[in-house]
């Protein structure tokens, strides 16, 4: 199946300071990909859909100027989390679709943690 | 927006017996059903989905069934091993290139 990947898995940064994650779709191009948050023991939250060449949209409640979201390819999308803070702390992860497959393929995830 | 309900949130089953999960969705034009297998601090992974247009799906040990009218869809696991032990979601979506509204999540254990 198709490979979806995240970079970093897992990080620990300070209150105040910006993070960015890479989600690439490694051997398919992806339009659209989309961002997740995931609580633990809780459910995947839409954050917002990045889509290739464009802004991207976001989910009602998601703060666009605190998740920074550019999707300058057609293989990688990013997720920058500006100023963080210790409620930002959470598994991230993405999702990229494969048209030939009709699917939805999920990245790995990154788990982040703001001291 | 959609909203989906799922139940039971935790289900403990005897290993060869089966589990059943439902869910229920609010948006009439969603006609894409994904379900996820979510194994601690991985990825979700699809194990089986169904499109509006069919009732039910099996693949193997695992089958779902859709009923628009009601709005609800099931994933039924027979003879359930202990490696099916996970988080399941299910999922709802007006297309399956759509951003889709997950469910609660069930843990399902199967007790060897």
């Known amino acids: 199946g198709a490979v979806v990947s995240q970079h970093p898995s897992w990080v620990i940064c300070k209150s105040g300071t910006s993070v960015k994650i890479e989600c690439r779709s490694l051997?398919?191009?992806?339009?659209?990909m989309f961002w997740y948050r995931q609580f633990p023991k809780q459910s995947l939250m839409l954050m917002a859909t990045?889509?290739?060449?464009?802004?991207?949209?976001?989910e009602q409640g998601v703060e666009k100027d605190k998740f920074l979201i550019n999707h300058a390819s057609l293989t990688l999308s990013t997720l920058t989390v500006t100023s963080a803070h210790p409620e930002d702390s959470s598994f991230y992860i993405c999702s990229a679709h494969l048209d030939r497959e009709e699917t939805q393929y999920f990245g790995p995830g990154t788990r982040l943690l703001v001291l | 927006g959609e909203n989906v309900e799922q139940h039971p949130s935790t289900l403990s089953v005897q290993e060869g017996d089966s589990a059943v999960i439902k869910c229920t969705y609010s948006?009439?034009?969603?006609?894409?059903f994904p379900w996820y297998k979510q194994e601690l601090g991985k990825r979700p992974q699809l194990i089986i989905d169904?499109?509006?247009?069919?009732g039910e799906k099996k693949d193997q040990r695992i089958a779902v069934t859709l009923n628009k009218t009601a709005k609800h869809f099931s994933l039924h696991i027979t003879e359930t091993q202990p490696e099916d032990s996970a988080v399941y979601f299910c999922a709802a979506s007006v297309r399956w290139d759509q951003k889709v509204t997950f469910g609660t999540g069930t843990k399902l254990q199967v007790i060897p």
């Open positions: 051997d398919f191009q992806a339009t659209t």
């Open positions: 169904i499109r509006s247009n069919v």
């Open positions: 948006d009439s034009a969603s006609n894409y």
């Open positions: 990045s889509n290739e060449g464009s802004k991207a949209t976001y």
